[in-house]
């Protein structure tokens, strides 16, 4: 075991390790009318045919010019796919669909409040709006190819709107999560280097219209002392024409889109013919250090692998109404809300609030009424969902094909729940394991090939092919009932590109660990560090056990604990900072912090509060932590170093283990007492 095994936690080390579940078929009325059900897709996407499988993917989509090269790695391990392609994003996700769709929704947005009018946005509209809105950016805002673009939107039609219209022009977005503070957006203007921002004034949550401008101007001022100018804030409004926010409009710097947009009304915007491997989006991420990265996403490889695995695994077809209920502000969103259904023509809702305003059956009368059947949600949410409303389900008349989950382990009581009281033991259910960082998924069952099992993701996807090695770089073999590092042998098309700017953090955070020769050419040379702990069943299906880094996924929501801490560390009276997850039954993990204060200040409440307030300030309301706990001094080794694993242990009312070598090993008891 490694030194930094020994002085950190992996969530791995805490996760649930539930055992094996037995199979669950997909109902003959799944299999019937599913998109794929000829198990030779396996054989077709074997590596004996990689990379030339992942034609079938990019033959989904509309190319201005075809590729000569499927995949190029003369840049090793910065892959290129379809190279010599040329495409654009908005147009495959909306003009070709324009002949014999043009009056089908596209997009069915639901407000949160229910008394407010169902927006059912057809192909043609979004078009059209996409098309004024792109006219904007460009003779407005002056942005063009290559540019980027910072976007702090939250769930509202203009999102996708937004997106696409960058899309258009070849400019790069960059999309907040709406809940992120104005902190955090700032730090992803100055990365990106953003010279406009695109907000909103506001919008619901939880019952309340929330002020979302008064963000873009704590974002706009911190970028400015990070040297970033935003010379320009468009506001779109939640009202159009109405002002939702007391806070004012900074004369000559922010504009409402609404009344920018009268000038550009019937304006049309000719898609620009995109490179394939020209980056269409950057999604920022939590990684091992306190700074978000950048995962920067293609334009044609990136769609081919969202369309192909939306139709494969996703089952979308063009009469579906499909409702993934995450935010577009992660890359569920994107890929799986946004890229992907509309790349196929599909109808995807929209929905602007939380799942249980105003009580435990909105969700299931959204499906209800819009006659969703295709319905993909996370973990947290159905365990939410199960808590407050066990039977809500059973109260409403819809009817589900298919329903997906991701972003955590599901446990298999839940699984169950979701299976047989959600899906009303009809839907085919997918667990789909993946990360910002891969565009698409890399384990799940393809719906009516591979039956289910609760608790598994299931196989490789086509094409991808996993590993799972030790800590030596020894392959563990299938079944061998032993967990480790799960990789990915080989490229696909929905893998990032890079982290935005900082190409040596990505080889060494992806691809150092396992790479078999630094210099190498050749795509085997370098498997893909996932970050994940897995096993691997007799039967292929991977059981994911949780993060081997300093990650902590929250409610699906990934953190950095190095992130939690400097934000921690903001707060002038704290000397050091310690984050660690704790299992939790509803969110699956929440972090605890540990500080310790600087000589001459006193642990109080009031401090204690000041501190948990700092982090949702720096970071937003998600990074609050479960409980700060002051303490007179942190575990540390006789180095110095922190020792995360024996706080975890006592958060998570686990055993300590053996802290003789410790340079402090009174301190353990002392802050055992304190939180037990
Ligand atoms: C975790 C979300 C178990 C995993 C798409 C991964 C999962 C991280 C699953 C990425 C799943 C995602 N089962 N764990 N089905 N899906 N994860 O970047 O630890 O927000 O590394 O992407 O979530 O989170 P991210």
Same mark, same amino acid.
């Given at each position: 075991?490694?030194?930094?095994?020994?002085?950190?936690?992996?969530?791995?080390?805490?996760?649930?390790?539930?055992?094996?579940?037995?199979?669950?078929?997909?109902?003959?009325?799944?299999?019937?009318?599913?998109?794929?059900?000829?198990?030779?897709?396996?054989?077709?996407?074997?590596?004996?045919?990689?990379?030339?499988?992942?034609?079938?993917?990019?033959?989904?989509?509309?190319?201005?010019?075809?590729?000569?090269?499927?995949?190029?790695?003369?840049?090793?391990?910065?892959?290129?796919?379809?190279?010599?392609?040329?495409?654009?994003?908005?147009?495959?996700?909306?003009?070709?669909?324009?002949?014999?769709?043009?009056?089908?929704?596209?997009?069915?947005?639901?407000? &949160?409040?229910?008394?407010?009018?169902?927006?059912?946005?057809?192909?043609?509209?979004?078009?059209?709006?996409?098309?004024?809105?792109?006219?904007?950016? @460009?003779?407005?805002?002056?942005?063009?190819?290559?540019?980027?673009?910072?976007?702090?939107?939250?769930?509202?039609? &203009?999102?996708?709107?937004?997106?696409?219209?960058?899309?258009?022009?070849?400019?790069?977005?960059?999309?907040?999560?709406?809940?992120?503070?104005?902190?955090?957006?700032?730090?992803?203007?100055?990365?990106?280097?953003?010279?406009?921002?695109?907000?909103?004034?506001?919008?619901?949550?939880?019952?309340?219209?929330?002020?979302?401008?008064?963000?873009?101007?704590?974002?706009?001022?911190?970028?400015?002392?990070?040297?970033?100018?935003?010379?320009?804030?468009?506001?779109?409004?939640?009202?159009?024409?109405?002002?939702?926010?007391?806070?004012?409009?900074?004369?000559?710097?922010?504009?409402?889109?609404?009344?920018?947009?009268?000038?550009?009304?019937?304006?049309?915007?000719?898609? &620009?013919?995109?490179?394939?491997?020209?980056?269409?989006?950057? $999604?920022?991420?939590?990684?091992? %250090?306190?700074?978000?990265?950048?995962?920067?996403?293609?334009?044609?490889?990136?769609?081919?692998?969202?369309?192909?695995?939306?139709?494969?695994?996703?089952?979308?077809?063009?009469?579906?109404?499909?409702?993934?209920?995450?935010?577009?502000?992660?890359?569920?969103?994107?890929?799986?809300?946004?890229?992907?259904?509309?790349?196929?023509?599909?109808?995807?809702?929209?929905?602007?609030?939380?799942?249980?305003?105003?009580?435990? #059956?909105?969700?299931? @009368?959204?499906?209800?009424?819009?006659?969703?059947?295709?319905?993909?949600?996370?973990?947290?949410?159905?365990?939410?969902?199960?808590?407050? #409303?066990?039977?809500?389900?059973?109260?409403?008349?819809?009817?589900?094909?298919?329903?997906? %989950?991701?972003?955590?382990?599901?446990?298999?009581?839940?699984?169950?729940?979701?299976?047989?009281?959600?899906?009303?033991?009809?839907?085919?259910?997918?667990?789909?394991?993946?990360?910002?960082?891969?565009?698409?998924?890399?384990?799940? %069952?393809?719906?009516?090939?591979?039956?289910?099992?609760?608790?598994?993701?299931?196989?490789?996807?086509?094409?991808?092919?996993?590993?799972?090695?030790?800590?030596?770089?020894?392959?563990?073999?299938?079944?061998?009932?032993?967990?480790?590092?799960?990789?990915?042998?080989?490229?696909?098309?929905?893998?990032?590109?890079?982290?935005?700017?900082?190409?040596?953090?990505?080889?060494?955070?992806?691809?150092?660990?396992?790479?078999?020769?630094?210099?190498?050419?050749?795509?085997?040379?370098?498997?893909?560090?996932?970050?994940?702990?897995?096993?691997?069943?007799?039967?292929?299906?991977?059981?994911?056990?949780?993060?081997?880094?300093?990650?902590?996924?929250?409610?699906?929501?990934?953190?950095?604990?190095?992130?939690?801490?400097?934000?921690?560390?903001?707060?002038?009276?704290?000397?050091?900072?310690?984050?660690?997850?704790?299992?939790?039954?509803?969110?699956?993990?929440?972090?605890?912090?540990?500080?310790?204060?600087?000589?001459?200040?006193?642990?109080?409440?009031?401090?204690?509060?000041?501190?948990?307030?700092?982090?949702?300030?720096?970071?937003?309301?998600?990074?609050?932590?479960?409980?700060?706990?002051?303490? %007179?001094?942190?575990?540390?080794?006789?180095?110095?170093?922190? $020792?995360?694993?024996?706080?975890?242990?006592?958060?998570?009312?686990?055993?300590?283990?053996?802290?003789?070598?410790?340079?402090?090993?009174?301190?353990?008891?002392?802050?055992?007492?304190?939180?037990?």
């Amino acid at each position: 075991m490694s030194e930094k095994e020994k002085t950190e936690t992996s969530e791995a080390e805490i996760a649930v390790h539930w055992g094996e579940e037995a199979y669950y078929y997909p109902s003959l009325e799944f299999v019937a009318q599913a998109n794929c059900t000829d198990p030779s897709i396996y054989e077709r996407f074997s590596l004996d045919n990689f990379p030339n499988c992942y034609k079938e993917y990019a033959d989904l989509l509309d190319w201005y010019e075809y590729w000569h090269t499927t995949l190029d790695t003369s840049d090793a391990p910065c892959w290129k796919w379809f190279v010599g392609g040329k495409i654009n994003a908005s147009y495959n996700c909306i003009d070709r669909h324009l002949p014999k769709n043009r009056n089908k929704t596209a997009i069915h947005f639901v407000p &949160e409040l229910e008394e407010d009018k169902v927006e059912h946005i057809t192909y043609q509209e979004l078009y059209v709006r996409v098309n004024e809105f792109a006219a904007l950016l @460009r003779d407005f805002a002056g942005l063009k190819r290559g540019d980027r673009v910072t976007l702090h939107l939250p769930m509202t039609p &203009e999102l996708p709107i937004t997106m696409l219209a960058c899309a258009r022009l070849g400019v790069i977005h960059s999309q907040v999560f709406g809940g992120f503070s104005g902190k955090a957006a700032a730090d992803r203007v100055v990365d990106s280097r953003s010279h406009v921002l695109i907000t909103i004034d506001g919008y619901f949550r939880g019952g309340h219209l929330l002020d979302h401008k008064e963000k873009a101007d704590i974002a706009v001022e911190a970028a400015a002392k990070e040297g970033q100018t935003v010379d320009k804030v468009l506001v779109w409004q939640r009202y159009p024409g109405k002002n939702s926010t007391p806070t004012p409009m900074v004369d000559g710097r922010d504009y409402f889109v609404n009344d920018l947009l009268k000038k550009y009304y019937g304006a049309r915007v000719e898609p &620009e013919k995109m490179p394939a491997e020209a980056p269409l989006f950057l $999604m920022y991420t939590s990684g091992t %250090t306190g700074k978000p990265k950048g995962c920067q996403h293609s334009t044609g490889g990136y769609l081919a692998y969202v369309a192909g695995t939306s139709k494969f695994v996703q089952d979308i077809h063009p009469e579906d109404v499909y409702w993934c209920m995450a935010d577009i502000g992660w890359i569920t969103g994107h890929s799986y809300i946004v890229y992907g259904p509309l790349a196929l023509g599909a109808s995807s809702v929209v929905y602007e609030g939380i799942p249980n305003y105003p009580d435990a #059956g909105r969700a299931w @009368r959204i499906a209800q009424d819009l006659n969703v059947n295709i319905f993909h949600t996370a973990p947290t949410t159905i365990r939410a969902l199960r808590k407050i #409303g066990p039977d809500e389900p059973r109260k409403y008349n819809y009817k589900f094909k298919h329903m997906t %989950t991701v972003g955590e382990p599901i446990e298999p009581a839940v699984w169950k729940w979701y299976y047989e009281v959600v899906g009303k033991k009809q839907a085919a259910v997918v667990d789909t394991w993946w990360q910002t960082e891969t565009g698409g998924f890399l384990c799940s %069952t393809l719906p009516a090939i591979k039956p289910m099992k609760p608790g598994s993701a299931g196989p490789g996807m086509p094409g991808i092919h996993p590993v799972i090695y030790d800590e030596d770089g020894k392959e563990i073999p299938t079944g061998a009932n032993k967990a480790g590092n799960i990789c990915i042998r080989n490229p696909w098309p929905g893998g990032f590109q890079t982290i935005w700017g900082d190409r040596e953090r990505f080889v060494r955070q992806y691809y150092e660990r396992y790479c078999k020769n630094p210099k190498s050419k050749d795509w085997r040379d370098w498997p893909y560090l996932t970050g994940d702990a897995a096993m691997e069943a007799a039967d292929g299906y991977f059981r994911i056990l949780g993060r081997i880094d300093d990650v902590i996924n929250v409610s699906g929501h990934r953190l950095g604990t190095k992130e939690l801490e400097s934000a921690a560390l903001v707060v002038p009276e704290v000397a050091e900072a310690a984050v660690v997850p704790v299992s939790d039954e509803i969110k699956g993990k929440v972090p605890d912090l540990y500080v310790s204060l600087k000589p001459g200040f006193q642990a109080s409440p009031e401090l204690a509060k000041k501190i948990s307030d700092a982090l949702a300030r720096e970071i937003g309301p998600i990074a609050k932590p479960r409980k700060v706990w002051i303490v %007179t001094d942190m575990p540390k080794t006789r180095s110095g170093k922190i $020792m995360r694993r024996v706080l975890s242990a006592i958060s998570n009312k686990g055993d300590v283990g053996d802290v003789s070598t410790l340079a402090n090993p009174e301190i353990v008891d002392q802050i055992r007492k304190m939180v037990l």
